[in-house]
């Protein structure tokens, strides 16, 4: 079974463009959830879609959005792009959104702002 | 927002040596897990432990639960250049879903 994808891999960007990441789930997993990874922040937790529903939010502004699609493919998008935002974001897939499943990372897309 | 405090951050160690990582947090854990992340890929899932005083072995790893559930370690005996990696330990919050709080990380590098 195919793991987690993530495209793109690695995006530049310069301040002020926003930009679209993409999160393809493991087949048959329903639950998404989307991280930030940093240096000095470590992994932070954005969001989290269940079947095209938003259940969970994280403490970021409202320029990081996301959504879910009826095949449980997930996007998230980040406007007005910030030096700050350069990251390496992380998607995750489980089968439910009950908490006790494993949740199976994708590889990141390690996006740079310059 | 349970906090996960990791130590230490940074350890450098020769193959063949043992060490431990440690998990801590002031509140009980329902439950933790602890992850290794490898550059260029995602975080996966080393083990889950929820009962207080829990023991589990992966080979040459060995995951504590303490028996508060406020802390957690994780020792790797015989090291090799494998291990090699950065090592988490997350918990899942209070609201139901797949949220999960991570700790700062552990970045193990194991010299051959």
């Known amino acids: 079974k195919a793991g987690v994808t993530q495209t793109p891999r690695y995006l530049i960007k310069t301040r002020g463009q926003q930009v679209t990441l993409s999160c393809s789930p493991i087949?048959?997993?329903?639950?998404v959830s989307w991280y930030q990874q940093t240096p000095g922040q470590g992994l932070q937790f954005l969001f989290e879609?269940?079947?095209?529903?938003?259940?969970n939010k994280g403490n970021f502004p409202g320029r990081f959005s996301g959504r879910q699609f009826s095949n449980s493919r997930s996007e998230m998008n980040v406007s007005t792009l910030e030096l700050g935002d350069s990251a390496l974001y992380l998607c995750?897939?489980?089968?439910?959104?009950?908490?006790?499943?494993?949740?199976?990372f994708g590889p990141g897309t390690r996006l740079t702002v310059l | 927002t349970q906090l996960l405090e990791q130590s230490p951050q940074f350890l450098s160690i020769q193959e063949g040596e043992n060490l431990t990582v440690y998990c801590n947090s002031s509140?009980?854990?329902?439950?933790l897990q602890w992850y290794r992340q490898e550059p260029g890929e995602g975080p996966v899932l080393l083990v889950t432990?929820?009962?207080?005083?829990e023991v589990k072995k992966l080979k040459r790893l060995t995951f504590q639960f303490g028996d508060a559930r406020k802390d957690s370690s994780l020792h790797i005996t015989a090291a090799q250049p494998g291990d090699t990696g950065l090592y988490l330990c997350?918990?899942?919050?209070?609201?139901?879903?797949?949220?999960?709080?991570f700790g700062e990380g552990t970045q193990l590098t194991v010299n051959p």
């Open positions: 995750a897939s489980s089968v439910d959104a009950t908490g006790v499943d494993t949740q199976y």
């Open positions: 087949s048959g997993h329903r639950s």
């Open positions: 879609y269940f079947s095209e529903t938003q259940r």
């Open positions: 509140s009980v854990f329902s439950s």
């Open positions: 432990v929820v009962t207080g005083g």
């Open positions: 997350a918990t899942r919050g209070e609201t139901s879903g797949s949220r999960l709080t």
